[in-house]
T-cell receptor, first 111, second 116 residues
Framework: QKEVEQNSGPLSVPEGAIASLNCTYS??????FFWYRQYSGKSPELIMF??SNGDKEDGRFTAQLNKASQYVSLLIRDSQPSDSATYLC???????????WGAGTKLIIKP | GAVVSQHPSWVICKSGTSVKIECRSL??????MFWYRQFPKQSLMLMAT?????????EQGVEKDKFLINHASLTLSTLTVTSAHPEDSSFYIC????????????FGPGTRLTVT
């Protein structure tokens, strides 16, 4: 069974610090990896995606992918209270856009 | 780019009636659209995958005769909840895949359904 696992949290981080969110996946055939943010009562929004080993940076966000260890992470630098949300990790196996979803990590940024 | 709209944003209906939810990709063509349901404080649950011009593929445990999905064009998919019951009250979210991208899905804003 193809799985994506995340720590449900909540993960509490002080404002201005680095928040580190982790995700592991079971299928070595996974090709693309996505991080979505979901505020309470809202639909998910795409933050960034990565498909090559290494780091990918976009503003305060950095996605890291290690295919050998089958994990992907999201770092949020200079965390702000507005970053408080549930972060969803999703994996694409390469066909039909269908994503395998993690259950999400709730992140709380404390002022 | 990659904007998905959903209508209505919220709806209240009486038990036994049917409700139709529309999902539109506004600035791209979506050969594949997805319908999710999310109960409070729970994870996204994929209900079905719809491809333009063909029958939807439903996830195990989702009643295809209750949740009717139509994907008649590359920009529009509809979900009809038939004979709604209070236990169908939930947050329904659609998403669409943009052709030529890396497989990401773009989500509509969701529809909150309350069945009384």
């Amino acid at each position: 069974q193809k799985e994506v696992e995340q720590n449900s949290g909540p993960l509490s981080v002080p404002e201005g610090a680095i928040a580190s969110l982790n995700c592991t996946y079971s299928d070595r055939g996974s090709q693309s990896f996505f991080w979505y943010r979901q505020y309470s009562g809202k639909s998910p929004e795409l933050i960034m995606f990565i498909y090559s080993n290494g780091d990918k940076e976009d503003g305060r966000f950095t996605a890291q992918l290690n295919k050998a260890s089958q994990y992907v992470s999201l770092l949020i630098r200079d965390s702000q209270p507005s970053d408080s949300a549930t972060y969803l990790c999703a994996v694409n196996l390469g066909s039909n856009y269908q994503l395998i979803w993690g259950a999400g990590t709730k992140l709380i940024i404390k002022p | 780019g990659a904007v998905v709209s959903q209508h209505p944003s919220w709806v209240i209906c009486k038990s036994g009636t049917s409700v139709k939810i529309e999902c539109r990709s506004l600035d791209f063509q979506a050969t594949t659209m997805f319908w999710y349901r999310q109960f409070p404080k729970q994870s996204l649950m994929l209900m079905a995958t719809s491809n333009e011009g063909s029958k939807a593929t439903y996830e195990q445990g989702v009643e295809k005769d209750k949740f009717l999905i139509n994907h008649a064009s590359l920009t529009l998919s509809t979900l009809t909840v038939t004979s709604a019951h209070p236990e169908d009250s939930s947050f329904y979210i659609c998403s669409a895949g943009d052709r030529g991208t890396s497989g990401e899905q773009y989500f509509g804003p969701g529809t909150r359904l309350t069945v009384t």
